[in-house]
């Protein structure tokens, strides 16, 4: 009875990130921790916003770090073009 989903190597998969509740990415749960703890109505739209990001961001297969480090970039506005540099001793 092999099954070919079934590796016979399973620390292949250790590199994986987690999933909560087999869809959700792990590390994005925590607004439902929040939620959890403090039950609001504003925390509720809070993880269901988080949850919604985190499966677009999936969809897409852009990491949240990487969302992240994109959404900085985005703010700091582009790359600023070299100057050039100022003489230090004037003859």
């Known amino acids: 009875m092999s099954d070919a989903s079934q590796s016979a190597a399973p620390w292949c998969y250790t590199a994986h990130y987690p999933k909560a509740f087999w869809v959700l990415d792990a590390r994005l749960a925590w607004p439902l921790l929040l939620w959890l703890l403090h039950m609001a109505w504003w925390t509720f739209a809070v993880a269901v916003a988080a949850c919604l990001l985190g499966a677009v961001l999936a969809r897409v297969a852009m990491p949240p770090a990487m969302a992240w480090r994109r959404l900085k970039a985005a703010l700091r506005g ?5 100057r050039r540099p100022r003489r230090l001793f004037l003859r």
């Open 78 to 82: 582009g790359p600023c073009p070299p």
